[in-house]
């Protein structure tokens, strides 16, 4: 694994890796660190076998409060023409790909709240656990940006269904984790004490199975989703997403 990692903790339990996300006094809120930080992890679980389940996690109160966009102004100061701030949008996009299409099978243990950026990255795990006491809200529009961080609306449409994310991605309305269980962005809705036990109970057969049919196995299940994808554009999220974001902010300046 990467030395010296400032926002997650990593730590391996045999062939399950835990990556916690490590920035609880911000929410866990992502920034350009954190996602340089994953995605130096997920390219050493590309290619390393003895792991067969990666465990997404979250420090302190909540998952993840969505993305940082305390570093926005920051970004455009040291770069107006928002190519800093594409080159953040570029790694959202490359994390999110990288964890849909690593040959191992991804876990998301979700408390508190699951918002935006936070949602996106555990909308790209292949099975998704949360505490009964989660939220879930997809606030972009209310921010004045489109919903692109990461590629996540294909991947929220093909999961939970168009009509609903498209109610949700409007309204920015929260919901609950049983309405989370309903869509599918849940996959199983325990109390918060039970989350690790719910964890090690799906990675305990998984880690049994034979690697290359769970390989193959998951390439199947991403190949109808890859496809849709690439229908709908998402390749083009990271320059909607910086175009709004440098709009936003020269309007406020």
């Not at 049983?178 to 199983?188: D, M, V």
């Not at 964890?199 to 290359?212: F, H, L």
């Not at 109808?224 to 175009?243: F, M, N, P, Y």
């Amino acid at each position: 694994m990467p030395a010296d990692l400032k926002t997650l903790q990593v730590t391996a339990e045999g062939p399950v890796l835990n990556v916690q996300l490590a920035r609880p006094e911000t929410g866990n809120s992502v920034d350009g660190q954190m996602l340089t930080e994953l995605l130096e992890v997920l390219r050493v679980l590309e290619d390393d076998a003895s792991v067969r389940v990666m465990v997404l996690s979250g420090a302190g109160d909540h998952f993840c409060q969505g993305g940082d966009r305390s570093e926005f102004p920051a970004l455009l100061q040291k770069d107006p023409s928002g190519s800093e701030l594409r080159f953040v949008a570029d790694r959202a996009q490359r994390v999110c790909s990288t964890l849909s299409q690593l040959g191992l099978v991804t876990i998301a243990r979700l408390h508190g709240d699951v918002i935006g950026a936070g949602l996106g990255l555990a909308a790209f795990c292949d099975l998704r656990v949360g505490a009964d006491t989660c939220r879930f809200r997809m606030p972009e529009v209310g921010l004045g940006v489109p919903p692109t961080w990461g590629g996540v609306l294909p991947r929220l449409a093909e999961e939970a269904g168009q009509s609903w994310v498209r109610r949700f991605l409007l309204t920015a309305e929260s919901f609950d984790a049983a309405r989370a269980e309903k869509l599918s962005i849940l996959h199983e809705v325990v109390a918060a004490d039970d989350l690790d036990a719910a964890v090690a109970r799906w990675a305990e057969p998984i880690v049994r199975r034979d690697p290359a049919t769970m390989r193959l196995t998951k390439r199947m299940l991403n190949a109808r989703a890859g496809a849709t994808q690439l229908v709908v554009g998402s390749c083009l999220d990271e320059e909607l997403l910086t175009g709004a974001i440098v709009r936003r902010e020269l309007h406020r300046r």
